[in-house]
């Protein structure tokens, strides 16, 4: 009877054990939740102010460069999925991927190639930032890139923030429009802003106007329910 009195109670203490691991990953590891932020090689990996805000609010913000290979996209975006995999094991019940132009686009192919998760695995939620550029480039109908609007079409239910960049004023509403249409089945409650400002510009997203902007509403649909109930950037 001892003998089993002593099993139980090794068995009881190794559930506490686990449960208080398991808590401090979500806690002290993963904070509010665990944004994969991916950037180019080739561009800066400096946090943004909008990401600071995001770090500030609670979350963990962890940064991964990739070769802008387009040939290697998929190995990226396979290692962003075991990486979520990974920490979902750990504890981490919320977790976000964020990216600029090629970073932007390992991130949506990265939700498109998910297994049709099911709401355990599911995303909190995709910042893309300009992914559209990644693509494409023709002087003047780049932005007509069917890899990028199929990809869209792909994208497995998450609240999603789609912002466009280097938009010709004439030409903002169409984008705007198709770009929409793309994700109208695929992602409840998507935003897609379009902007005629430059990538680079003082408008762009490492300015302090675009975290004045959109930092508190990207924390707001970061913070809210994962299903794109929660308000999104307007």
Request: with cysteine.
């Amino acid at each position: 009877m001892d003998r089993v009195r002593i099993f139980a109670a090794l068995a009881l203490l190794a559930m506490v054990v686990a449960g208080r691991a398991r808590a401090e990953f979500a806690g002290a590891d993963c904070g509010k939740g665990l944004l994969l932020f991916s950037v180019a090689a080739d561009e800066s990996s400096a946090s943004p102010p909008y990401l600071k805000q995001i770090e500030a609010d609670g979350w963990k913000v962890e940064t991964r460069v990739v070769d802008p290979s387009y040939q290697r996209e998929g190995q990226f975006a396979d290692a962003l999925r075991q990486r979520v995999e990974s920490a979902r094991s750990q504890g981490c019940q919320r977790i976000a991927l964020a990216g600029e132009s090629f970073g932007a686009w390992v991130s949506l192919l990265a939700n498109a190639t998910f297994q049709t998760p099911p709401d355990s695995t599911r995303l909190q939620a995709v910042i893309a930032i300009d992914a559209s550029a990644a693509k494409a480039k023709a002087p003047r109908d780049g932005w007509h890139d069917y890899k990028f609007i199929n990809l869209l079409k792909a994208q497995n239910p998450t609240q999603l923030a789609l912002f466009l960049y280097d938009a010709p004023a004439d030409e903002a509403d169409d984008r705007r429009g198709e770009v929409s249409h793309s994700l109208t089945n695929q992602v409840r409650g998507a935003q897609v802003i379009v902007e005629t400002a430059a990538f680079d510009g003082a408008d762009g997203p490492h300015g302090e106007v675009f975290a004045h902007r959109f930092g508190a509403r990207l924390i707001e649909m970061l913070d809210g329910a994962p299903n794109g109930d929660s308000p999104a950037p307007q």
